[in-house]
């Protein structure tokens, strides 16, 4: 059994906090005023201190609650935040990170440093201009405090947290009469003693604010329901007692039994069922990636094992083994899909990363830049989404640093001074589309046309459609930048895009408006691990093609013409070129008599697959192919068949590619 690293558990749950924080900070810098995004990114940094403190990142916890005392003049609305308050803010997060992920090589002089600018712009001569800074003048009348309901998990004491030392901790916030409710408690012969059976009504007389209370449960949030209702102002009153109940001839209590009886109601109707450590719709739990991985390769082999034993019994007239097989077919496809599921997260988990990449290229180059996101619930499998982030890096930098123009440019030009990029994703069939638009001047094609023949990869005057011409773009070393600078013009960037989309088994298109910007559409898989396949036999080899890329199957008839040496058929008006792939791998034999057509399509290239017989469908475990085939572009990976022989997995895209090879002219353009 292996036992986890706490320090890497922390580590763990500080960078979803880091994610928390950072995307607070970025909302705060759009809505300076929002009092529930200061309270987010003050509790993310006061869990980050707490267990930086007890798991022993001793320097964490210094740093983060120099960081808190200083954002604490924020929290109590003595200053607005700005947007110099927010840089500092994401270097001082930016640091903490540092200090937990490589300590060793952190610098203190550059945390004293940001502490130093932090505590500088949170001085109240820096904010005098500020309608926040100036403290108001005190009132007459103090919140009486909260009521409170409290209900914990029952499996809270068999996860270490003690109920009644939250309560205690709840007490040093004022004043508070507690009510235990023993309607849940069972029989004693039935009483299990782990178990937590009691909830609590609570009347809190602080004028504390929801945050406070928050960061008493803050550990356990995930394992209880609170329900807080505000109880009305009243006139200044003399402090009570701790766990005093209020004397009737108290004006406090007086007004607070007569709130208390006027709440009561409203927080008997806004109560909801308490989560249930048992309640699997809610129910978590941490697993670690490289577990995922391993669960997944065992499913792929017991996929194999399974077409294996389908393939046995329908050689077999025996109905016992046929209903065996057809059984552990259903449960295996069951598996399957209930593992890939757990791989599936929401590809908004990427998203957000892109929020402090584009914030600061816009300070950066002095552009302002509106970031917005779509479809951030689609859910892409992990490893995809892993591979995913550098394209979208680049395709972001180019965006914002040629796309997206001056504000001088853009005025000029009649748009508006705020440039915009937008991500989305959307599911279409077996696959993900991503696109990154930006409102900018968009693409050059006659300028990407002359870079391409001034390097020599196009013959002057070739005819070239402009989706053909724009894929010059992702060619290594091509760049249509003047200068070179820090962010891009040496043509690198555009080339990994394509060089990962591709080993992704995905494709990429580009559309764009003369002055109202460009699209990039990324089309991807929706895992890499398992794909319904189309199992064909060409000569006597066995191939495997993406059920995703199949449009329909047909056989060829002596209708199909030839035009300029190329192949075509004509499908219901529409001439469709084709490749014969029994020519292409250089098959032995004579051809099948009665051969068929597969129409396959990438992107809007719909291409011809002649073969010479198709199997059937097939799911096909992907297994990459080693380091010495890497050179062999035609085909993406291989899979085992169900007789235990492979299959190579054909590349719709790079057979395109190699059909536009063997002639002088691309193969839409001839059609």
């Known amino acids: 059994m292996t036992v986890l690293d706490p320090a890497e558990v ?54 983060t609650h ?3 005392t200083a954002f604490d003049r924020v929290r109590k609305g003595e200053i607005r935040p700005d947007q110099d308050l927010i840089s500092v803010a994401l270097a001082a997060k930016d640091y903490i990170r540092a200090l937990i992920e490589a300590p060793e090589t952190t610098d203190s002089i550059i945390g004293d440093a940001i ?25 007459l009348v103090v919140r009486i405090g909260w009521q409170l309901h409290i209900e914990f998990d029952s499996d809270i004491l068999r996860n270490g947290s003690n109920p009644l030392d939250l309560l ?4 040093k916030l004022g004043p508070c009469f507690v009510v235990a409710l023993t309607d849940d408690v069972p029989f004693l012969d039935e009483m299990d003693p782990e178990r937590c059976f009691l909830k609590w009504d609570v009347t809190l007389h ?27 102002s009243v006139d200044m009153a003399p402090p009570l007692a701790p766990f005093e109940m209020p004397t009737g001839d108290s004006p406090v209590s007086a007004a607070a039994a007569d709130a208390a009886s006027q709440a009561a109601p409203q927080i008997e109707k806004k109560r909801e069922e308490p989560k249930r450590a048992d309640d699997k719709a809610n129910a978590t739990v941490r697993v670690q990636a490289e577990r995922l991985d391993e669960l997944m390769d065992r499913v792929g082999e017991l996929v194999i094992a399974q077409a294996r034993l389908s393939q046995l019994a329908s050689a077999t007239d025996d109905i016992s083994i046929k209903a065996i097989a057809e059984e552990i077919e259903r449960l295996a496809a069951s598996l399957r899909d209930t593992t890939m599921g757990a791989r599936m997260v929401p590809i908004g988990s990427l998203f957000g990363r892109f929020r402090r990449l584009v914030h600061d290229l816009s300070r950066d180059l002095g552009k302002p830049v509106e970031f917005v996101t779509t479809g951030e619930d689609t859910e892409f499998d992990k490893t995809m989404i892993e591979r995913l982030a550098d394209p979208l890096v680049h395709l972001i930098r180019n965006a914002i640093d040629h796309g997206i123009e001056s504000t001088e440019s853009r005025a000029a030009a009649g748009k508006t001074g705020i440039g915009r990029i937008e991500i989305a994703a959307i599911h279409s069939g077996a696959q993900v589309l991503v696109t990154v638009r930006d409102n900018g001047a968009g693409l050059d094609t006659a300028r990407i046309r002359a870079k391409a023949e001034e390097q020599g990869l196009i013959a002057p005057g070739a005819a070239m459609s402009d989706q053909d011409i724009h894929q010059f773009l992702f060619h290594p070393g091509f760049s249509t930048a003047q200068t070179v600078s820090a962010l891009s013009g040496r043509g690198v960037g555009m080339d990994v895009v394509k060089r990962t989309i591709e080993a992704m088994r995905g494709s990429i298109e580009t559309t764009t408006v003369p002055g109202n910007g460009t699209t990039v559409t990324l089309r991807l898989p929706l895992t890499l691990a398992i794909i319904e396949g189309l199992l064909i036999r060409v000569g006597e080899g066995r191939y495997i093609i993406p059920l995703s890329a199949v449009e329909e199957c047909a056989e060829l008839s002596s209708s199909d013409e ?29 051809p099948d008599l009665h051969q068929k057509i597969i129409i396959a399509s990438a992107g809007e290239t719909r291409i011809g697959l002649i073969v010479d017989q198709i199997i059937g469908s097939h799911q096909s475990v992907i297994k990459s192919l080693s380091k010495l085939h890497s050179d062999v572009t035609m085909f993406s990976g291989a899979t085992i068949l169900g007789d235990g022989s492979a299959a190579l997995i054909l590349d719709v895209a790079q057979l395109i590619a190699a059909g536009q090879g ?10």
């Not at 960078?15 to 950072?22: A, I, K, M, T």
């Not at 192949?567 to 014969?580: A, C, H, K, S, T």
């Not at 063997?662 to 059609?671: F, I, R």
């Open 562 to 590: 030839r035009v300029r040496g190329r192949d075509f058929l004509n499908m219901r008006g529409d001439l469709v070129p084709f490749l014969r792939l029994r020519k292409l791998f250089d098959s032995e034999g004579e």
């Open 662 to 671: 063997l002639t002088d002219k691309p193969l839409k353009e001839a059609a």
């Open 115 to 139: 502490l130093a600018d932090l505590y500088r712009l949170v001085k109240p001569d820096n904010h005098a201009d500020s309608e926040l800074s100036t403290p108001p003048p005190p009132a």
């Open 206 to 232: 602080s004028d504390c604010d929801r945050g406070a209370i928050d960061d008493v449960f803050i550990f356990v949030q995930d394992e209880m329901k609170l329900v807080c209702e505000s109880l009305a």
């Open 66 to 68: 120099e960081f808190e």
């Open 10 to 63: 922390f580590r763990q749950e500080a960078s979803e906090l880091f994610d928390v924080l950072e995307g607070a900070l970025l909302d705060l810098g759009l809505r300076p005023d929002d009092k529930e995004l200061v309270d987010q990114a003050f509790r993310a940094l006061h869990t980050i201190k707490g267990s930086g403190a007890m798991f022993g990142f001793d320097q964490v916890a210094s740093f």
């Open 168 to 171: 205690d901790d709840l007490g």
